[in-house]
């Protein structure tokens, strides 16, 4: 009996990453290769050097990808302008389109307008370049785009064209149905004709065997291909975020809590996915890994890791920190990052002051990461027993990211569980229930997730920080409080020089 394989393909921003898995999850090759420069050559480039030599037999295959960035193509696939990347934007075009009733229609069902969204950068393009535009036959992700050029030859007419649901969301589809879709009236009102548009459908739907040159190059000629993932819904699978109740968390420059749910119970400081097997994923994304890298390398010339290792030496006494709230749960541009307690004691060496302010940092990190516990339970109805966490450094007693996430795991007070790093098998597990290969999301998890362990917590850590953790977010609100006097007299007086 011929042995099945799974290959998971990582189209990320800086680079791809490969990785092909047995049945058990054993890795039985892997690989990777930067991006220079975001092009079709330079990503079909990079996925050959990063693809590592295949085992012999059948083979299931899949792709994640930056959600976001969009590719207009040509009927053949071939790439017509370049890559609109999910960090670029178009503001002007993006204040039209929210005059739009429908903008505000799908902004109730989840999905903002803003400049960096996909709509308004295709707008940009159709009126700025109109004759380069009527090449446009197909408007599609990264993870939809690379999944066809696998399936289909070089000079192969692309027809019936399908995408999946987590790709699809942030370019404007409605995910409130039963059936996602494309929203309509908003593609309307933006002239952007759906014809340009694949059909929306779940992650893991067979596309059929790939037939291309690239597949063949690649060592994936008649794999069977799946619909994709975003590579943050990718993520939230691979740390174990399956079922109803499942709980985990990222975290690395941008910590992203994920909760599975079986309906969506609007709030502001959550958003929404359709999950890629049952119900949905409710969701934020705040700063925080990136915030610590600045401050030590910025501000006070160290390296993270060692910024961490001062803090680990420091007991107590650490300055308080709130964090920026430009993303959740406050959504203000204008409020920064806040340190409290901070005293000029001469009794303190350099190294203490900067550990002190280090784990302060990391403390009020690890506090905000935790509101997000308390406020799924309430607004669910649920109580988490369990944290999945994906993220940090390799275990080790002395190793400064476990510190971290000692910490951390000590001041949420949960279960928490660290898991193994593989982003690439988010996308092969609908995939692997698509195709039989696993009866449910159960046996696939025990197959395809690793643990590397239960995170000890510190009684003593829990202890001390509890009362500071329940006030913690009541005095994050009365923080914002005293950034919107602060903003208020700036307007008053025209801002400052």
Known sequence: MRETHLVGIDLGTSGVRTTAYNTR????????????????????????????????????????????????ADASGKVVFPPQMYYESAPEKA???????SAREIRDKGVSISATSPIPKILRLKEEEPGKFEEVKWILSPTTWLLYRLKCGGEERWRELETDWTNALKLGADITGRKPNWFEPLFRDAGISLDLLPEVEGPGTPMGSAGGELAEKLGLGGAELYQGLTDGNSSALAMGCLEPGDYGISCGSTSVPKFVSEDIRPHEALYYHKHPIRGYLAGAAIETGMILKWICEKVLGVSQEKGLELARKVRGEEYGFFPQGDRSPFFDSRMGNTL????????LSKKEARGRLVRGIATGIAMEEYIYIPLLEEIFAVTIDRVNLLGGGAPSEEEPFSWWNELRASIWNKKTIEMEPRTTVGSLIPAAL??????????????????????????????????????????????????DGRNRGQERHGGFE
């Open 434 to 483: 698509s195709s039989s290969l696993f009866s449910d999301a159960s046996e696939a998890s025990k197959n395809l997730l690793k643990e590397e362990g239960e995170i000890k917590r510190d009684k003593e850590m829990t202890d001390s920080y509890k009362e500071e953790r329940d006030e913690f977010f009541d005095l994050w609100k009365e923080i914002k409080t005293l950034y």
């Open 25 to 72: 999850g054993v890795v039985v090759g892997s690989g990777e290769a930067p991006l220079e420069e975001q092009s079709q050559e330079d990503w079909e480039e990079a996925l050959r050097k990063a693809m590592p030599e295949l085992p012999k037999g059948d083979k299931i295959c899949s792709v994640d990808g930056t959600s976001g960035t969009v590719i207009l």
């Open 340 to 347: 409290t307690g901070i005293w000029p004691n001469q009794d």
């Open 95 to 101: 204040e039209r389109v929210n005059e739009f009733a």
